[in-house]
């Protein structure tokens, strides 16, 4: 925590005024005078309130009689720079502690303006009012205050210039009304949500955005440009908002749970009931710097994580969709192995790492609790300083989880990232750097299968020139891992590193008790342009570079050089509304240069003029000689042949009732040996105004001759690495229901059955050619009667389902009241019912259950 008090210390430095400024600003709160400015294309002055307006949907109130209008609305969708369909005029307000805005969105035929209730932060098919302001005016951050035609609330935050946190949520107030000229939207946005500066006198940036939906028509004041790389810094100014108060410091957010879940115990399913209590704290260290923290955190109103199997080598990624975690990730971003080609959301912080289900329950125990480690309190530091500097600072504590007999199977474990970024030249250059450390509490139980500790280092840059139209970039990463030799070799040799392939030229060290790796990339491009983009990128990382304690990294060993080129007509045809067309092209070594893909792929992407989308394209793969050096999880690499994988997606209007989609990929392999295709069909539906519903279904079909069943040793210790010939189906059905009585109170649905089976046959295992060109020249016999006999197949069935209740009673004050259900099945075999017959075996299991009631009430300070 020595970075969390020297960064307090560097911001309370840079934000501490001088006596004579602070002097300043106490008269002129008290006198400042009203302003009444005329605006422009791309500057405004709000008017001062002397008696705030009534957040009601009018504009009959004293100051918007005096504000001027904003009336230069231009349109960027479908046609940049086209005039509007409809008029637009808006005013703003503000007085010391609030801003206030009136957007009049007129419209001819009021009875077709679509408004949809739904529950607030959720996109609806639906007239808007987006505002955008860069309350620090620095071109780089920002909120989003919208809101639709029947008053449903979205916000977000903005970082870098373009990339949205929707997890952000702000305390404000918003009202809309539908008369005989369109309708309006009136806001109150307090400034004690948003970061400002200390000044006497302070500019916002600001931008209007209407989307009038029936006609997938965006307008706005100023004119976005989807030419331009960026979003922040296209906003307009709010000029001369003089007299500001300094933000509140303090906001609570105390909630009470009661909960009764099923749980494990002795092998059989019991029942748990508590009542905890615990709490959010925000508070501002300086009029840029907040601190939030979690005190004994229950995300119990979290959708549950997708079913799904995982047959391969690598870890399955799933979303983060904790509130605390969520909001403000976006500044603690840093990627690995993305590119504008492909991106598998690695990077050095993946914050599923806290809170985990705990990692040796599966050694320890034959049964794994469905319940996540405790996480005992977290904390986030984040900052923006005058000078460009982006601070942001996290510690988490997790609980010691053990057995009944107390065996660990979770250790308790302190989390820690510190992530720092210096804007220069108005943000068009950056640097940065980022630092992860993950400390473990080890006993003789963790010891062996665990690090103690676990550290990276990286830094980063970024510089547009020419215009902001073309950029470089780039980053250097290094990590080191400490921990038993028992954990360091298994750490070696699973499946991110595989230091033990025989082929693999890599020193694996049984001793080693540190492992040390780094990685490099480098990326320029073109990220602005009316039609033409590109960007073309090289990737390496080290053997031993092992970031998963506290990030995510499906495979180190590589390097590898990624090229995109994209064209974009912006522009209304007579045909569609939107095109874009996209060619990657992508080439993957081992370190030491071992070819293991290289692939061409082409797609299109059109929204015509009936507001329906077209999209397909398609992959042709390892175009040369390339190999699987993971396939026979750590023995020799296996030649790999080429590949077509086409895919299809079609998608409706969503501004009808019943919106219909339709996706549709194929793979095909090694003269047809190895193929597969997805169906996925899904029909979204709307009614009333209040009422959505979506029902989808997920149905896929794989043929892998060549799907990896085991090693094997024989009496002379000699490995056999197998392969199978696998007939898999995986069927899925996903139910979604939602009903908002008001924008504050909803009530939502979702259920899913998942079955995935599959049947082994032919085992045989790599021969002593693994990378002969002929496909049947890599493998051979395999005569242990043990395995071969009967190799049987699986049969995975799970079912999830949340019904969540959410009454917003008081501004950023709620009560969830929530029921969650699980099951889950497996059987060697795939058996022989169809997926009606599976899911009724599903619903005939035990199920774990969770009944659980969350009161919050939020104090602001």
Not at 736 to 756: D, E, G, H, K, M
Not at 804 to 811: C, D, S
Request: aromatic share 12%.
């Amino acid at each position: 925590m020595l970075a969390v008090l020297a960064l307090l210390g560097m911001a309370l430095q840079q934000q501490q005024p001088a006596p004579e400024q602070v002097n300043r600003r106490l008269e002129s709160r008290a006198s400042a005078p009203m302003r009444i400015g005329v605006p422009n294309d791309s500057g405004a002055s709000a008017t001062r309130a002397k008696v705030p307006p009534v957040i009601d949907g009018s504009d009959d109130d004293a100051v918007w009689r005096d504000a001027p209008p904003i009336t230069a609305f231009k349109q960027w969708r479908p046609t940049e720079g086209k005039a509007a369909r409809f008029r637009t005029e808006a005013k703003v307000a503000y007085d010391a502690g609030n801003l206030y805005v009136i957007v009049r969105a007129f419209d001819p035929h009021p009875d077709s303006i679509i408004k949809l209730l739904e529950r607030r932060d959720t996109f609806t098919s639906s007239d808007m009012i987006w505002l955008f302001i860069d309350s620090y005016h620095d071109r780089r951050t920002g909120y989003e205050f919208g809101v639709n035609a029947a008053g449903v609330k979205m916000d977000l935050a903005v970082y870098d210039d373009g990339n949205e946190d929707s997890a952000w949520d702000g305390v404000w107030d918003a009202a809309t009304k539908i008369d005989s000229l369109g309708w309006v939207a009136e806001f109150r946005i307090p400034l004690s949500q948003m970061r400002y500066g200390r000044d006497r006198e302070n500019t916002f940036g600001f931008m209007i955005d209407r989307d009038i939906y029936r006609y997938a028509e965006r307008v706005s004041w100023p004119l976005l440009s989807q030419s331009k790389s960026g979003l922040v810094s296209q906003l307009g100014t709010l000029d001369a908002l003089e007299g500001l108060e300094a933000p509140r410091r303090f906001e609570a957010l105390p909630y009470l749970v009661t909960k009764n879940a099923s749980v494990i115990r002795n092998n059989a399913f019991a029942n748990r009931s508590n009542v905890t209590f615990g709490g959010d704290v925000k508070y501002r260290v300086a009029s840029n710097l907040t601190l939030d923290a979690t005190v004994n955190p229950d995300f119990g109103q979290v959708e549950a994580d997708p079913a799904v199997l995982n047959l391969s080598a690598y870890e399955s990624f799933f979303d983060e969709r904790r509130p605390f975690f969520v909001a403000g990730r976006g500044l603690f971003r840093f990627d690995v192995n993305c590119s504008a080609v492909n991106c598998n959301s690695e990077g050095l912080y993946y914050s599923r790492r806290i809170g985990r289900t705990p990692e040796l329950a599966g050694v320890y125990g034959d049964t794994v609790p469905s319940e996540p480690t405790t996480i005992l309190g977290a904390a986030k530091l984040l900052g923006r300083f005058p000078s460009g500097l982006t601070i942001g600072v996290l510690d988490a504590v997790t609980q010691r989880a053990a057995s009944p007999r107390d065996t660990t199977y979770e250790p308790g474990t302190n989390f820690a990232v510190v992530r720092a970024k210096q804007d220069l030249r108005k943000g068009n250059t950056s640097i940065g750097g980022m630092f992860t450390a993950v400390n473990r509490n080890l006993d003789k139980f963790s010891n062996p299968y665990l690090a103690s500790n676990a550290y990276v280092g990286a830094v980063d840059f970024r510089h547009r020139f020419y215009k902001n139209t073309f950029e470089v970039g780039g980053s250097l990463d290094a990590s080191r891992v400490q921990g038993s030799r028992e954990n360091i070799l298994s750490t070696q040799t699973n499946s991110v590193h595989g230091y033990q392939r025989p082929d693999a030229n890599l020193p694996l060290d049984s001793n080693r008790t540190v492992l040390d790796g780094d990685a490099e990339e480098f990326r320029f491009g073109k990220v602005g342009g009316q039609h033409l983009m590109f960007e073309t990128s090289y990737q390496r990382r080290s053997a031993g570079f092992e970031i998963n304690d506290l990030g995510y990294l499906r495979r180190a060993d590589q390097q590898s050089w990624n090229t995109w080129a994209g064209y974009f007509d912006r522009h209304e045809r007579k045909l569609y509304n939107r095109l874009q067309l996209n060619n990657n092209w992508w080439q993957y070594w081992t370190t030491d240069g071992l070819p293991l893909e290289a692939a061409y792929n082409t797609n299109m992407h059109i929204t015509l003029k009936n507001n329906w989308g077209m999209h397909f394209g398609g992959t042709l793969g390892q175009l040369g000689t390339t190999y699987d050096d993971r396939a026979s999880r750590g023995g020799p690499a296996v030649r790999q042949d080429m590949y077509l994988a086409p895919w299809a997606f079609i998608n409706g209007d969503d501004r009808r009732s019943i919106v219909p989609s339709f996706s549709y990929n194929y793979f095909r392999s090694s003269g047809g040996r190895n193929h597969s295709m997805n169906l996925s069909p899904e029909v979204s539906y709307k009614v009333l105004g209040r009422f959505s519903s979506s029902v989808a279904a997920n149905w896929s079909h794989n043929v892998t001759d060549n799907q990896w069943f085991g090693r094997y040793t024989d009496a002379f210790n000699t490995p056999h690495y197998t392969f199978a010939h696998l007939e898999q189906t995986t069927t899925s059905a996903t139910l979604r229901l939602n009903y908002t009585f008001t924008p504050a109170v909803s009530l939502q649905a979702y259920t899913q059955p998942f079955v995935s089976k599959g049947t082994y046959s032919d085992v045989r295992q790599l021969s002593s050619t693994p990378r002969a060109s002929s496909y049947d020249a890599r493998y051979t016999s395999y005569t242990n009667p043990s395995v071969t006999s009967d190799p049987g197949g699986f049969n995975f069935k799970e079912f999830q389902s949340n019904v969540v209740f959410r009454w917003e009673y008081n501004p950023g004050s709620t009560l969830f009241v929530v029921w969650n259900q699980g099951r889950q099945g497996f059987q060697s075999v795939a058996g022989t019912k169809d997926y009606q017959g599976d899911v009724s075996d599903l619903l005939r299991l035990h199920p774990a259950n969770t009944f659980l009631i969350k009161l919050s009430y939020w104090l602001n300070r």
